[in-house]
DNA sequence: GTAGCGGTGGCAACCGATTGACAAAAATTG
DNA sequence: CAATTTTTGTCAATCGGTTGCCACCGCTAC
């Protein structure tokens, strides 16, 4: 059967298998690199590459099917063909070919994660959410980063999507109907952002605000100044809106104030602005700008909280390293990495809503930057 | 010829192509799903899936093989045949499929890395500088970690081998055994430990330190405390030699302590060890140790830098947010997983030797933590 | 005794791209 | 203009699993 006795070329295609006894053409010592004198001993599969569901089923003595079955459909097959099955693969220290798997099924197993810019601390807990359920579940991660341009990210995103199961993206900077295009290709979970009909994880923001803006409040602060942070973050308007509402509740005045950048540089640059607001307590879009807004009034002599109460978003590492530490409002970044990634897996699998926002709980963390003006 | 004459189905597999005129087997139209009654206009490929180079050929009228040198063989074909091919694959808005391609070839254009634990600031920098290096030369990069566990290290890492094109090692916590037998399998880069036969990349650690004890005899120091971290770490041991070295050298004494876990808490645990030493300056193995110890002194009462003098390692992100900022030996950690990314890349490329170590500069990033005493 | 039936296992067709071998066409040369 | 070399394109096999369909087996039931 399958007599490749030829000499060279010609390998005679699928001969025809006389029905019953013709063994797989797998038989055939036809090694790829033929012209690389590699010499593989054939049958031992010592050489590179790994054991394969052929060499199992040969082993085994069972059909190579039956061996895909064996070790991907439970129940499918008796447990003696499973048990001889198994043993052999462990024997031959058998690991699926993820490639050949993903080739014909698309499961890849693998989930993308595609961040603004690693860079900033923000993420890192996000990163570590993501990471640590998708591994519960047997996931990887696959991690990419946007430069904080919407056209990379785009690119970004395509290039991934040929490669995962699913995507979180975190706080996105492409448009929505990016965003929706490319959940109708797979499953796609926006974190920081709410998307018209794709699943969304945010926080929210609300009671951590109410909470910090109250605690100004019942330190007798009057005017609260909110630095800003980039137009197209959505995270930043919403937050804007939460400390205009917080205050309208508690009667206090706020003012909006604007950052160049949402960094320490930034919180510096904004320093000038603050003092000249008016406010005596300062909330910021997030942990970053609070520290440079803090050390460059501390610089100046202002006295933190004595003259002003600062408050930042976030709580990122090394937001308690300051001193006086920073009162922020802890976004549950780490959690919502991870509810990103079980939403996700949990469409993969169970099956669950198109759209959905999940709401995660925001808290006020007092430390040292805020508390009542001293009058000197 | 292959006369497989069941009643009905028999699709006529791979029918004996009289070699000039039969059109290819994918004319036939025998859709995967054919139960699912998806109704698939042939042709057109608008349903599910991406246009593959199947589309490409029919649309070009070329073969698939052609298209498949087109697009990854310049040169091959010629100009007007590459044209040709190259509208029609933008038209089809085609992508390669990594799976059908890493299948064959084995090339998956993804790098690995493994960190011990995602929590510590440290890699951040690592997974920063990874990432971007990849990212340039249009590899992604796959995010796991091992939990500080050498076991599920290894694991991890035989999981990421299947997928990856090479892999890189943060501060393994595995069997230098282990770590050469995952190098034999594809090209492995360690950062942060010197393992015999696999590519390194490790820092220069003397410079740095050489740096660190000058200036704290300069500033009239007698007795240098080192805090040690985990016993397993290659680093630790590396740092606590060099200190001795620069401390012969300056002829100062020198002790070491051992912490409890490198984190703040066990700065703060080191703390009573510190002060019964005697010496009245400390080097800790990282930031984070001389950050925890720092704020347990500072809590004692005890001046920093006036009554002691304290100097972290690796100038983590945060650390010149404390008061006084942190005086520390700079660790490269992003040039490091950027250089370890680059080696990788240049092996699967170019070539380069098969074990080499890199050394990268440390250097003393002075600032509030250390400086002379204050005798009162 | 035979029809009916659920449980098992085998066959072969895929998934989409790559590549060695070779043939046809084109370009060069004598 | 024929002989030879170089391009250029085609064929078919292959990577390693998955899966629809069918055949066969041993049982029970009528």
Redesign the interface.
């Known amino acids: 059967m399958t007599e490749l006795a030829k000499p060279d070329s010609v390998p005679t ?5 006389t ?1 019953r006894e013709a063994p797989t053409p797998r038989e055939a010592p036809t090694p790829r690199g033929a012209s690389t004198p590699r010499e593989a001993k054939n049958g031992a599969r010592e050489g590179r590459g ?1 054991a394969t569901i052929y060499d199992i089923a040969k082993v085994a003595g069972v059909n190579p099917s039956t061996v895909s079955r064996a070790l991907s459909k439970p129940g499918r097959v008796s447990v003696k063909t499973q048990k001889l099955i198994e043993d052999a693969a462990a024997g031959l220290n058998y ?1 699926v ?4 798997r ?2 014909p099924t698309g499961r ?1 197993s ?1 989930l993308g994660l595609i961040v603004a810019d ?2 900033n ?1 923000t993420f ?1 807990d996000i ?2 959410g993501t ?2 359920t998708a ?1 519960v579940r047997d996931y ?6 946007s430069a904080e341009s919407a056209v990379t990210e785009l690119m970004t995103a ?3 999507m ?2 995962v199961d699913g995507l979180i993206l975190a706080s996105p900077r492409m448009d929505d109907d990016d965003i929706r295009a490319l959940a109708r290709d797979k499953p796609v979970v926006v974190i920081n952002r709410e998307v018209e009909g794709v699943l969304c994880v945010v926080p929210d923001v609300n009671k951590g605000i109410g909470e910090a803006v109250r605690s100004l409040a019942a330190h007798g602060h009057q005017k609260i100044a909110f630095v800003a942070g980039p137009p197209q973050s959505w995270m930043s308007g919403r937050r804007w809106e939460g400390v205009q509402a917080a205050c309208d509740w508690s009667r206090l005045e706020a003012v909006r104030l604007e950052s160049t950048k949402p960094t320490i540089e930034g919180g510096r640059q904004a320093a000038r602005a603050v003092r000249a607001s008016g406010a005596t307590a300062v909330l910021t879009y997030n942990d970053l700008l609070a ?1 440079g807004l803090m050390q460059e009034l501390q610089a100046a002599g202002i006295e933190v909280p004595g003259q002003i109460s600062i408050v930042g978003f976030d709580d990122i ?2 937001a308690d ?3 006086p530490p920073l009162t922020t409002v802890r976004a549950p970044l780490r959690q919502s990495g991870s509810d990103a990634a079980k939403l996700l897996l949990q469409i993969l699998h169970g099956g669950a809503e198109d759209s959905f926002v999940v709401q995660a709980e925001s808290e006020l963390v007092i430390r040292g930057s805020s508390g009542p003006l001293v009058t000197r």
Not at 13 to 17: F, G, H, L
Not at 97 to 100: I, V
């Open positions: 295609p699928r001969e025809a298998p029905p790994n690991h070919n993820p490639f050949a993903a080739l890849t693998t690693i860079t601390p890192f990163i570590r990471e640590s591994a990887t991660l696959v991690l990419a980063e395509r290039r991934l040929a490669t520290i590492f090394g390293f300051t001193t």
